[in-house]
């Protein structure tokens, strides 16, 4: 299956669905390397034009090539996964299980590659990293040539299979920025491993200067492609960006000549402010927080009396675009150098740019609501469903302090929220959100530009239903069997608990104490009889928090740690402090196991985090999974 979609010379999109196991990765790997085995493609790196032997590329399924026949660059792969760690997993199989010797590159966010410990403990280390280029107050920005020298061949000769282990520990010794120097080595790159969030989500495409145009675009985990595709065509827009955007045009208006794109942008801005300030009544009443929703015709229409409509988008679009360009511009000028050879900027246009002082929190809020606009205002009407827009308010409690652990074992101060402190300020806070509805938005983008779209997961069925979804048709689809036979596992749900409450799950019910209560005396029940290793995932930090609190007061939580010990996921924690509690989680039950007991340790997690996604809990670790409140969308 894999050469015949990736060895066909027309547009292809492939979804793969095989059973969860250890071997996932070593499996896809495996058949990469079966195929080179048996010299089905035999590529030249360096002049990018392949020769193939006619017998054994047959035999592969791949169309035979005469050797000095030019077929062109080869497209790019760019392979996907949900985490970092997965990741790894990848390259490890890559580097160990084949003969596969691509030039290659991890790419990463600031957040895992940034090792100036000047930004250490900035929570943003984005906009803190801009603002010391800006200064050229980087000293390992400019070692990122050498470091880029060393990480394509290794001493042989051969190109380096690498990650982004490898790549921060050679940054650290060379003093050297890892993060620059992966994306200058992407340029040239053949295979290139990254967060499947920066091939879908377009902003960060746009970042990362990722073009699909042509490529192999290949996703593992592909179970998360409809939820990650929704968020990445969604957008948060706050109150105080607004505010903060009126005042930055209001500011460049006054002094600066980029005069009628600087008046479009402050227009736009206060049109979402007014919608904002003038909704003071939600039908929709939780706790702290109040909602009204509106559908995409209700914008439309409140928008149309600030005379904003089809036609006027394409020049709020060029306000925007000119935005952009013009703060580029101010940062190549900052550097000494005069920016790029179609500008020919006069000096006074190069005066005006060095006076645009947007910061890059606002323009990316402007840029998101202009890209939302734009497709709203030229859809399908038909297709105005794909959003849906609430306007939110909500209690904003502050942040208080709080120690934490860091990497190195030691105690930190760290900012966090804490609703439940007692005594301390409350604000309010406004939010316009864009709610996308439609995953098939944004992955249609793909699956029409990339050349090849391969999709790979253990848990796609049914793919009818998936597909549609997407709105992409795959020509080639497999499904395999499941690796557990149906006798050795069990699934139900629990309606109701030991005391006949019902388990309502959502939103309304899951911080009531009723609700709590019960929730305790069923996990009680349930670690009781199950051997060593139990699961249980919530679908928020904060609903663990409540939970704790709550069986803290009430005994429930010494209860169940008599049984087993409790261990929580941690929230945004570095990859070290999860590791740890993982390495802990593993220790305890492995105690246990040696001594014959049937204690252990019962992990409390969250949906989409990190314990969900590419963390093998084999045999013991795992004999009983609980999915509590599972998060569909609240409409």
């Known amino acids: 299956m894999l050469a015949e979609a990736l060895g066909s010379g027309c547009r292809s999109r492939t979804v793969s669905e095989k059973p969860e196991s250890e071997g996932d990765d070593d499996d896809f790997f495996q058949e990469t390397k079966t195929l080179k085995m048996r010299e089905a493609v035999e590529i030249n790196y360096e002049s990018e034009i392949p020769s193939l032997g006619t017998k054994d590329a047959e035999r592969g399924g791949l169309k035979a090539v005469a050797p000095n026949e030019s077929r062109g660059p080869l497209p790019k792969i760019y392979f996907g996964s949900r985490t970092h760690k997965q990741i790894t997993q990848l390259v490890k199989e890559l580097k160990s299980n084949t003969v596969y010797r691509p030039k290659m590159v991890v790419l990463g966010g600031r957040n895992h590659y940034c090792i100036n410990p000047k930004l250490k403990k900035n929570v943003d280390k984005n906009d803190a990293c801009q603002e010391l280029l800006d200064a050229e107050n980087c000293i390992y920005k400019h070692k990122v040539g050498d470091l880029f020298e060393k990480m394509v061949r290794d001493k042989k000769g051969h190109h380096r299979i690498w990650d982004m282990e490898d790549l921060i520990r050679k940054g650290n010794a060379m003093n050297a920025c890892p993060y620059f120097a992966a994306r200058s080595l992407a340029l040239g790159a053949e295979l290139i491993f990254c967060p499947y969030n920066y091939l879908i989500d377009p902003s960060i495409r746009k970042a990362m200067d990722i073009d699909l145009d042509n490529v192999i675009v290949i996703l593992d985990e592909a179970h998360n492609i409809e939820s990650t595709s929704r968020d990445a065509g969604g957008l ?287 996990i009680e029940r349930v670690i009781e009889t199950t051997p060593h290793g139990v699961l249980c995932f919530v679908s928020s930090y904060s609903i663990i928090d409540n939970l704790m609190n709550r069986w803290q007061q009430t005994g429930q939580y010494n209860k169940l740690s008599a049984i087993k010990e409790v261990i929580l996921e941690p929230r945004k924690a570095t990859n070290e402090v999860f590791d740890k509690t993982l390495k802990r989680f593993y220790t305890i039950i492995a105690d246990e196991v040696a001594k014959g007991s049937n204690g252990g340790a019962l992990l409390f997690a969250v949906y989409r985090g990190k314990c969900s996604e590419g963390i093998d809990f084999t045999d013991s670790n795992c004999r009983a999974v609980l999915a509590v409140s599972i998060p569909f969308p609240s409409l």
């Open 236 to 522: 948060d827009v706050q109150h105080e960006d607004l505010k903060q955007a009126n005042r930055e045009f209001g500011d460049m208006i006054k002094h600066n000549h980029l005069h009628l794109h600087m008046i479009l942008s402050s227009k736009l801005s206060t049109m979402f402010l007014h919608i904002l300030e003038e909704q003071t009544t939600f039908s929709i009443q939780n706790y702290e927080e109040s909602t009204e929703l509106w559908s995409s015709q209700d914008l439309i229409r409140s928008l149309d009396r600030f005379g904003l409509n089809r036609r006027s988008i394409v020049s709020y679009r060029s306000a925007c675009d000119e935005m952009s360009k013009a703060l580029k511009d101010k940062k190549e000028m900052q550097k000494g150098r005069r920016p790029g050879p179609a500008s020919h900027l006069s000096e006074l246009e190069e005066e005006i740019r060095k006076q645009v002082i947007t910061s890059p929190r606002v323009m990316r809020a402007m840029e998101g609501i202009v890209v939302i606009m734009d497709r709203l205002l030229n859809c399908n009407p038909n297709d105005l469903d794909d959003y849906k827009i609430a306007l939110v308010e909500s209690v904003d409690r502050g942040w208080v302090q709080e120690d934490v652990e860091d990497s190195d074992d030691n105690q930190k101060k760290k900012k966090t929220r804490n609703p439940f402190r007692q005594g301390h300020s409350v604000q309010k806070k406004k939010e316009i959100l864009f709610w996308c509805l439609n995953p098939g938005v944004i992955f249609r983008t793909i699956s029409t530009r990339a050349r090849s779209v391969i999709l790979t997961s253990g848990t796609l069925s049914p793919l009818d239903s998936f597909a549609s979804e997407l709105q992409t048709s795959f020509s080639i689809t497999l499904e395999a069997d499941h690796v557990v036979d149906t006798s050795h596992v069990w699934a139900g749900v629990l309606p109701l608990g030991p005391t006949k409450v019902r388990l309502d799950g959502t939103y309304k019910s899951v911080n009531t104490f009723e609700f709590q209560d019960e929730l305790g005396r069923v």
